[in-house]
T-cell receptor
Framework: DGGITQSPKYLFRKEGQNVTLSCEQN?????MYWYRQDPGQGLRLIYY???????QKGDIAEGYSVSREKKESFPLTVTSAQKNPTAFYLC???????????????FGSGTRLTVV | DAKTTQPNSMESNEEEPVHLPCNHS???????IHWYRQLPSQGPEYVIH???SNVNNRMASLAIAEDRKSSTLILHRATLRDAAVYYC?????????????FGKGTHLIIQP
């Protein structure tokens, strides 16, 4: 079945370390997204990419970096510059041509990152 | 995207209908109304969307007020698996693929 795979499910990071979260989709979707969710809060957009080799900052991009070398992959790196990285991270995708006709977004199951 | 207002939480009994309200008084004529839900420790999943007319699918129904300033997501017979946070989101028809804007949603509690 097609879907989005996020790995790992749980991740622990020491302060000052960079860490990369994986997001892979086999839906042939063009656009991919990274969101951050803090306890009791809604999702906030970190970065998004509408096409390979191109991406845009979302509302809270500081301290994060992304790459989009392949259509199916959109990894997120949480750098040491992110002062409060402990959160639940969610990846999503949508077919780009359907982004304008309000087709539903597909989300992964998330990665819970904890700084120790 | 225009703003939506939802109650923080609602409680219902299993096997009873649930009506989840959403106010969007500043909605524009080209905004679609979307609903997503998020089960505990999961990513959100698409539930339903509509523009003007009421909509039904296998998961739920969406009732849209005539003036479009409010809408109601209806779960016809709630089960324990419907316990989740429900988000009401407006998306402009020409909004492109630049992501969704999530509020805090409504935390739906189902009592057995």
């Amino acid at each position: 079945d097609g879907g989005i795979t996020q790995s790992p499910k749980y991740l622990f990071r020491k302060e000052g370390q960079n860490v990369t979260l994986s997001c892979e989709q086999n839906l042939n979707h063009d656009a991919m997204y990274w969101y951050r969710q803090d306890p009791g809060q809604g999702l906030r957009l970190i970065y998004y990419s509408q096409i390979v080799n191109d991406f845009q900052k979302g509302d809270i991009a500081e301290g994060y970096s992304v790459s989009r070398e392949k259509k199916e992959s959109f990894p997120l790196t949480v750098t040491s510059a992110q002062k409060n990285p402990t959160a639940f991270y969610l990846c999503a995708s949508i077919p780009r041509d359907r982004g304008r006709v309000n087709y539903g977004y597909t989300f992964g199951s998330g990665t819970r990152l904890t700084v120790v | 995207d225009a703003k939506t207002t939802q109650p923080n939480s609602m409680e219902s009994n299993e096997e009873e209908p649930v009506h989840l309200p959403c106010n969007h008084s500043t909605i524009s004529g080209t905004d679609y109304i979307h609903w997503y839900r998020q089960l505990p420790s999961q990513g959100p999943e698409y539930v339903i969307h509509g523009l003007t007319s009421n909509v039904n699918n296998r998961m739920a129904s969406l009732a849209i007020a005539e003036d479009r300033k409010s809408s109601t997501l209806i779960l016809h017979r709630a089960t324990l698996r419907d316990a989740a946070v429900y988000y009401c989101i407006l998306r402009d028809v020409g909004g492109g693929a630049d992501g969704l804007t999530f509020g805090k949603g409504t935390h739906l509690i189902i009592q057995p």
